[in-house]
């Protein structure tokens, strides 16, 4: 449930909504000064890298670098004002567009591609379709292990020990799309040392 103010795109979310999207917000804004650049997201991927522990090199850390600088192809385009950064209004008015939009360029679109690589990524290799407690621990961040776990627990809907990709997408959905999403996440990305 999201409403829009009328002849905007500004959505009136929760606060709740609000407060889940200002931290994605400060999660990609890596030198924390209030806007979104190329360089933010060059430094995230490196940094998400670093933070699952892997070398430079390695494949996943490849993969996270290239896939930070896709999502940045898609939040430049919120750049309203051509100043090659993007505001927090410019990423809540843009995210109200995205959100209303069929197109391409819909929110939910973006982030189904994302979540499909992350857990394509982190997916069991001898569970195929599922992700252990440690993957995603691994996925989100999270730095201390109950932290993890608890919230893990609540993504696991079916108590069998396991995220299926099913429940992992149900999650992400609802953390950014619902009102009130049911999780307690405000853990996620600890382990990333700003």
């Known amino acids: 449930y999201q409403r829009r103010v009328r002849g905007s ?6 606060s709740a909504q ?34 699952l522990k892997k070398p430079k090199d390695h494949p996943i850390s ?45 929110l939910g679109k973006i982030l189904q591609s994302w979540t499909d690589i992350l857990f394509k990524t982190f997916e069991s290799p001898d569970r195929k379709g599922s992700i252990t407690p440690k993957e995603f621990q691994t996925i989100a961040l999270i730095a201390d292990e109950g932290e ?12 069998n020990g396991f995220i299926s990709e099913k429940e992992f997408k149900d999650f992400c959905h609802s953390y950014f799309f619902e009102p009130t999403s049911g999780y307690d996440c405000k853990c996620f990305f600890t382990a990333v040392a700003k």
């Open 9 to 14: 795109n500004q959505i009136m979310t929760t």
């Open 18 to 51: 609000r407060e889940r999207l200002t931290g994605l917000f400060k999660f990609f804004d890596a030198d924390g000064n209030g806007k979104l650049t190329k360089e933010d997201f060059e430094i995230g991927g490196v940094r998400y890298g670093e933070g």
């Open 62 to 106: 490849v993969a996270y670098r290239e896939n930070f600088m896709k999502m940045w192809d898609e939040i430049k385009k919120l750049d309203t004002n051509k100043d090659d950064s993007v505001s927090e209004d410019e990423f809540f008015n843009g995210l109200g567009a995205w959100m209303k939009s069929d197109s391409e360029n819909s």
């Open 148 to 159: 993890a776990n608890k919230v893990f627990g609540q993504i696991d809907k079916d108590k």
